[in-house]
Structure formats: C-alpha cells, structure tokens
C-alpha cells in the first residue's frame, strides 16, 4: 500500500497541468495590412539594330554595334565604305513611374537571308548591367546593340532575325 501512495503521489508531481492565464496576463492590438497594385509593364519595339552594308568579306571578323550605337570591327570588314545605316535597337519601356525593372537579353540570336545564316551574340543594354529606373511618368528608352559574327566569304544576301527582350519589375 505504502508502495501504490508513493507512485500515486509521483504521478502527479510529473503529470502537467493546464496553464490558465489571469486577468491582465495577455494583450491584444490590431495588425495592418497593405497591398499595392502596379501598372504592367509594356515594351514596344521602336527600331531595329542595324549592322549596316559592308562587302563580302574574305576573312572571318565581327561588326559589334553598342548600345549607344558606337560600331567596331574586327577582320576583313570595312565599315569606311558603307559609313551609313548601323545603330542599336530601340525598346519603349512603359509602367508605374519611378519603378525599377530588370532586362533580359538572349545569348544568342541568328540572321539569315533565306539560305545562309550568321550569329549574333554579345548583346547589351544601355545602363549597364544592372536594373534600370522608369522615369516620372512611367517610360524608359531601352537600347541593345549586339555583335555580328561574319565568316570569311559570307554568301551575299540581305539578312535578317529576331531575338527577344523581356522586362520585369524589380
């Protein structure tokens, strides 16, 4: 009996109890919550990039024209014959004002004219690398310029692609 008392009193010394708070032992304040709704964003092509006319070339080389339309060459092609007709292409950037967004450009782009193709890579953007800022009413001029890689004795022809651009909030 002695034994059955001790183990009874055991058990309750280890079994928990229920915690009941007193009055003034908990607090209680409203939360806030909030929700902002934003503009899309848009993006319009407004020019091509242009790489211009030069003569078939009997060495491999580039023609790269930059975001701010500046050109250089590499190899055989001579962009002093045909000075006119290169520059960056041209996006319309359009959402809520003052909002940062990011851009994203392909690696890799190809032109051709129906039988022959050439490869365009290197693309970049104006303001660097990283995010650009809509201005106070919403818009940013995109420009992308990109290299063309031309093989030597590249069939003659005019060429043309595509390549994407896509734009996103930060």
Not at 145 to 154: E, I, T, Y
Request: aromatic letters at 8%; hydrophobic letters at 40%.
């Amino acid at each position: 009996m002695k034994l059955s008392t001790t183990l009874l009193a055991s058990l309750a010394v280890a079994m928990p109890t229920a915690a009941i708070a007193a009055p003034g032992d908990s607090a209680a304040t409203p939360g806030t919550s909030e929700a902002r709704i934003v503009e899309p964003l848009a993006l319009q092509s407004i020019y091509d990039l242009r790489f211009g006319t030069f003569i078939q070339p009997t060495t491999a080389g580039t023609v790269t024209v930059a975001s701010n339309s500046t050109v250089t060459t590499t190899g055989g092609l001579d962009p002093a014959i045909f000075p006119t007709g290169r520059g960056a292409s041209g996006f319309l950037v359009h959402g809520t004002a003052n909002r940062q967004f990011v851009t994203f450009l392909p690696t890799t782009a190809t032109v051709s004219n129906g039988t022959a193709t050439m490869v365009v890579d290197n693309f970049r953007k104006n303001g660097g690398s990283g995010p650009n800022r809509l201005d106070l009413n919403g818009y940013f001029v995109l420009h992308v310029g990109g290299r063309l890689n031309v093989s030597a004795n590249q069939a003659p022809g005019n060429y043309s692609g595509t390549f994407t651009v896509q734009v996103l909030y930060n």
